[in-house]
């Protein structure tokens, strides 16, 4: 296992995201740090919401519009509904990415997760 990131190694890694959003947004998509969905609160970083199909909750962080106007939903997960890594499931633990008509509950307080 290499050392552990430091501020002058991940300056490379955050200027490729950097231009790699700069070429999404010139492409026509859209980034966002809170999504409203008809009907549901709003997510904002760190609210835990649950996903059709899928078992757990995950933790919002952030959403992106796509040129066609369909949403993508950025989190991380799964946890149980009180927050914590649910560490005994498959998957525990992972980045995802659903699309936006997939979301079924958000939960009303924002969670702080282990990672943070």
Do not use: Y
Request: hydrophobic share 40%; net charge positive; charged share 30%.
């Amino acid at each position: 296992m290499g050392p552990r990131a430091n501020a002058t190694s991940a300056e490379p890694i955050r200027q490729r995201v950097a231009d790699r959003q700069a070429t999404m947004e010139a492409a026509g998509w859209q980034f966002h740090t809170e999504l409203r969905l008809d009907g549901r609160l709003p997510l904002i970083v760190g609210r835990l919401f649950r996903v059709a199909g899928q078992r757990g909750w995950f933790q919002f962080r952030e959403a992106r519009t796509m040129p066609d106007g369909r949403i993508e939903v950025d989190c991380f997960g799964p946890f149980r509904q009180d927050g914590t890594l649910n560490k005994a499931q498959v998957g525990a633990g992972a980045f995802r990415s659903f699309f936006g008509d997939r979301v079924t509950k958000v939960a009303r307080r924002v969670a702080t997760s282990e990672r943070d």
